[in-house]
């Protein structure tokens, strides 16, 4: 028996009532006063859901039709053709990016090159496969809001964290810093990578702006410090790229206010990682 039933029992019969309950209520406790606050705010809800479901059966004309409506304080919805494109926009990278891959470990001469291109190359390959995977079981009707899927939305997102921290590695393992150990940068970096990958597990879907705060500051702050190489060849390249994924940010936190939103995330995301695998193979990985 919930708080509001308790409230009814007492107008309708007395106190002494709700002693048959052992329930007792202080003797502050104004009844009638609460039972008007709480049926007007079921009626204020009830009015609200009415709107929200008469905007949701309306038909959408034009680029409308393209996307749902905005969630609010819950996960946006895309429509089949969101879907469709979200899936499409990274499976069609994922056999590049192991060719990608195998071109720049056989690319490499030494220790250091070699283990670069490993990690960097793997965490490409990651990047567009887990997406595709995350983004086909939305798609399917039978995994749409299954364990199965949750657990590939977590992946996903942790993969960013490992790509971002990969593709610092050629730079700070092949380049180096005056005064700086840039074997001390690297720890850094993939210590943000593991503690983003934490919160990700623990607080995953909570509070989304302090998720995307924390994909920026993982991803700018390494990049101030390459400012610092002696070598500067492939700074610009490097910039680029990393331009792409802050623009894209803005597309990524878009869903139900453009069409295909997350989609044009997916093309930021393959320009800014084409543009650094091209420094990585230009400037790093040299025969």
């Known amino acids: 028996m919930n708080l509001c039933d308790i409230s009814l029992i007492h107008q309708l019969f007395d106190r002494p009532v709700l002693q048959c309950y052992n329930i007792y209520l202080p003797s502050y406790f104004d009844v009638n006063r609460y039972t008007r606050i709480t049926m007007r705010s079921r009626k204020r809800s009830a009015i609200g859901d009415t709107i ?3 905007i949701e059966k309306q038909p959408r004309t034009g680029w409308r039709r393209f996307m749902n409506e905005r969630a609010v304080r819950r996960a ?16 069609c990278l994922i ?18 090159q070699y283990w670069s291109s490993l990690i960097y190359g793997n965490a490409l390959i990651f990047l567009f496969s887990f997406s595709t995977c995350f983004h086909c079981s939305c798609f399917h009707p039978t995994y749409s809001d299954s364990t199965i899927r949750h657990l590939l939305h977590r992946i996903d997102r942790a993969i960013i964290y490992i790509f971002i921290s990969a593709s610092y590695t050629p730079w700070f393992l092949l380049r ?6 840039t074997g001390f940068i690297l720890t850094i970096v993939w210590t943000m ?25 993982v991803g700018v702050l390494p990049g101030v410090l390459t400012l610092c190489m002696d070598e500067r060849s492939g700074m610009p390249e490097l910039a680029i790229g990393g331009l ?5 940010i803005i597309f990524f936190k878009c869903d139900g206010i453009i069409p295909f939103a997350h989609a044009i995330w997916h093309c930021f995301v393959f320009f800014g990682a084409a543009i650094h695998y091209y420094a990585v193979y230009t400037y790093l990985i040299t025969p």
């Open 244 to 248: 792409a994924f802050l623009v894209g």
């Open 95 to 112: 056999i590049p990016s192991f060719i990608a891959a195998r071109r720049l470990v056989s690319r490499a001469k030494t220790p250091a």
């Open 193 to 217: 990578a593991v503690l983003g990958i934490a919160y990700q597990i623990m607080y995953h879907e909570r509070h989304k702006w302090l998720e995307t705060c924390f994909y920026v500051v």
């Open 176 to 181: 180096s810093i005056q005064s700086i150990s």
């Open 76 to 91: 946006y919805v895309p429509t089949s053709y969101e879907h469709a494109a979200n899936c499409l926009t990274h499976g």
């Open 52 to 54: 929200h479901d008469s």
